[in-house]
């Protein structure tokens, strides 16, 4: 579990600088970054594949793997509908990562698999007032909302490249090979940060 220890100060946390988002807008672009993070942990044979966001003409790689798509999918619903419900204007998602340990107990006697956060990611957005359901693609400016997707994108690929030292050894060829979760901090505007610490400190959700 991930909880105050020597193991918790292992833990890699990548804080990908806040972005605006028109709230009309986050079923398309919220993906782009969550698909942009899992696409970095992914090994084994990974089938990429270039997705265009049509209404800003912004491309990001994604896996073809159709639980991960579905996680994704799941999360960004129950992320709008939480700003929704509660009108946030910023909110945070967070994507961690664990490994799966041996633990012993009584003496050596028992042991049992604990789940171990080695990495989490963490996106802040502040969410603004939604704009024209069409508006046309971005020419992708400094000032543009694309531009901005563009640099948290790449943001998200440099740090993963810079930042490798800590993956765990690779005991499976799967695609995905370290259990993950895609959570929201259910809590009001202030204090995000308290939240994500708070998170660490508890146990590490049942993954599959």
Same mark, same amino acid.
């Given at each position: 579990?991930?909880?105050?220890?020597?193991? $918790?100060?292992?833990? $890699? $946390?990548?804080?990908?600088?806040?972005?605006?988002?028109?709230?009309?807008?986050?079923?398309?672009?919220?993906?782009?970054?969550?698909?942009?993070?899992?696409?970095?942990?992914?090994?084994?044979?990974?089938?990429? =594949?270039?997705?265009?966001?049509?209404?800003?003409?912004?491309?990001?790689?994604? *896996?073809?793997?159709?639980? *991960? %798509?579905?996680? *994704?999918?799941?999360?960004?619903? %129950? /992320? &709008?509908?939480?700003?929704?419900?509660?009108?946030?204007?910023?909110? +945070? &998602?967070?994507?961690? /990562?664990? %490994?799966?340990?041996?633990? !012993?107990? /009584?003496?050596?006697?028992?042991?049992?698999?604990? +789940?171990?956060?080695?990495? +989490?990611?963490?996106? @802040?957005?502040?969410?603004?007032?939604?704009?024209? !359901? @069409?508006?046309?693609?971005?020419?992708?400016?400094?000032?543009?909302?694309?531009?901005?997707?563009?640099?948290?994108?790449? +943001? &998200?690929?440099?740090?993963?490249? %810079?930042?490798?030292?800590? &993956?765990?050894?690779?005991?499976?060829?799967?695609?995905?090979? /370290?259990?993950?979760? *895609? @959570? =929201?901090?259910?809590?009001?505007?202030?204090?995000?940060?308290?939240?994500?610490?708070?998170?660490?400190?508890?146990?590490?959700?049942?993954?599959?």
């Amino acid at each position: 579990s991930c909880h105050p220890s020597t193991r $918790q100060m292992n833990i $890699q $946390q990548h804080s990908v600088d806040p972005l605006e988002v028109p709230r009309n807008l986050l079923k398309e672009v919220l993906p782009s970054l969550l698909h942009s993070i899992m696409f970095m942990r992914a090994f084994g044979l990974v089938r990429p =594949i270039d997705v265009c966001i049509d209404s800003l003409d912004v491309y990001y790689t994604k *896996i073809e793997e159709p639980a *991960i %798509e579905k996680k *994704i999918a799941d999360r960004v619903d %129950e /992320f &709008i509908d939480n700003i929704t419900k509660k009108k946030l204007k910023k909110a +945070q &998602i967070l994507v961690s /990562f664990y %490994e799966k340990k041996l633990k !012993s107990g /009584f003496g050596g006697l028992t042991t049992k698999y604990e +789940q171990v956060c080695w990495e +989490q990611w963490v996106l @802040s957005l502040d969410i603004t007032a939604s704009v024209p !359901s @069409s508006p046309s693609p971005s020419s992708g400016t400094d000032g543009s909302l694309a531009g901005e997707i563009r640099r948290r994108i790449t +943001q &998200i690929m440099k740090m993963g490249n %810079e930042s490798k030292a800590h &993956i765990p050894p690779l005991t499976t060829k799967e695609v995905a090979p /370290f259990p993950y979760e *895609i @959570s =929201i901090p259910t809590a009001s505007e202030g204090g995000m940060m308290d939240m994500v610490w708070n998170m660490l400190k508890s146990p590490a959700p049942i993954l599959t």
